[in-house]
């Protein structure tokens, strides 16, 4: 199962729109087989549901989203982990664990925008 | 400069949490140390939740990953003023915002944290979206599985130089698409030129497409750029390709396959660098067949096909466009009503909507028009759409009496109704009262004229 996290810097970026990189994993197993790191497309965060698409990614996670870029993942058949907050090692420990309940920003529900 | 300060007996919390403006302070670890009222309201985070976190966390804006006004005003010690981005609520929002940020200072002068003030721009961000009409993917409201798949082929559709085809009945957004893959695409800094085919006849069409050059006929004195000049280096939107005439449709296939067209008594080509994107509500294929329209021009056109469906295939979304111009009708109208009530909510779903988006938008204007209230009810719908629909509970102070015996609607009572409430409330002000109806002070005054010849 290929995973992917939108990152800034070190942590999730706030908005997917304004990630700069997107980490990519391969999991095995429960662990991390295969990682690597690509850049947002040209055409920006409504592109990004096919793009991932192409590159067999299944889960997205990553910090706001709004309902037309999500809604564009869900059509994609990609499950989506919205509002997570945190720096990426954290995250994808936490994701591995089954916790990332405890990493959604103040406020928010991973369910909220749908 | 002398300091004003507040009487000691007010507290300053409750002067920031009066005002408009969302506010709120950072330490110099960027956590939240004060939140007010505007802020938990804009961001739809309570305040008592939002401090002690990390302002980017709660804050969730455009500029928070690496565009932070604060970052450099906090080094510098000078204040930030006007930025502009977009925010992002919880429920998946995009709301646009101007912000200020400026140094908070100790007593001693030394630099503590940093205050944020913020404003919703939605009003002025949608008054400038209708008047530039500048329009991206994520204007285009669905909840439509369907319509879901097509945005998300129109993006990587939007960078190629393919041209497009849009097909779907009138009022269904043929525009909207256009505008959009415009937006979207590397032309986006260009122009976008529109044309409505099915407007003009076929030797006016001509010259508005390809311009003429001065002498070219009796009233041509100079020269005249044509919408495929204007175009240059963006988009040209072609609305009712189906209605372009024969003759005409040979020119155009002759840009779209040499890129060079002749403006009117030039005699030179010129060449064309333009992205064509053409729409029709009529059936091209059947046309193709008839020998109505060419079969060339109709394959040079069909790169990219994307058909757009009706709104009564499509009544997921009729409750979100609902919203949608009701929002955009209270910025454009400065009124406040939130919803509409379940009975015009039915009334709606069983509407087959043959003008499409564009009808369902025409009825919540003049919804807007009659509805002084926050809830739209039916009495507020074009007489068209409830000839036998019950009346439902009266809007704000102005509905109610406009119902006849048997629990229909008389929709003329109810517009006089409205109106004689409204001039009540301003104290038979007919200005004031069209003001707040939104009508104009002629309509005020034709209604009461009816009123006084009953």
Redesign the interface.
Known sequence: MDICIAGYQNRVATLLETATELRLYTLEDGRVVRSGMTALPTAGAASLPAYLKTMGVDIVICGGLSTAVRNGFEAMGIRIIPWVKGPIEAVLAAYLEDRLDQMIMPGRSARTTR | MTQVRLPRNIPLESVLDSVAEGIFTVDLEWNITFFNQAAGEI????PD??VG??C???????V???ACPMRPCLKSGQAVRNKSGFL?R?????IPIGLSSSPLRDKDGKVVGGVESFRDLTPIHQLMQKVEERY???D????N?NM??T??????I??SSSTVLLLGESGTGKELFARAIHT?SLRRDKPFVAVNCGALPGNLLESELFGYKAGAFTDARKDKPGRVELAQGGTLFLDEIGDMPQPLQVKILRVLQEKVYEPLGGVRPVAADVRFVAATNRDLETMVRKGEFRQDLFFRLNVVRIDIPPLRDRPEDIPLLISHFIRQQNSLKGKNIRAVSANVHQILFRHDFPGNVRELENIVEYAFILCPGEMIHTEHLPEYLKPQAPADAPCGPAGGDGSSGDGSVDMLGHKRQAVLEALKRNRGNKSAAARELGISRDTVRRMLQRDASK
């Open positions: 961001t739809g985070i309570p939740e939002a976190q990390k980017w966390e709660i804050f969730a804006s455009s928070c990953d690496g992002l919880a429920d998946g929002e995009k991206s993917v994520e285009i409201r669905t909840n599985p879901i798949r945005l998300q082929i129109l993006p990587p939007a960078q979207q």
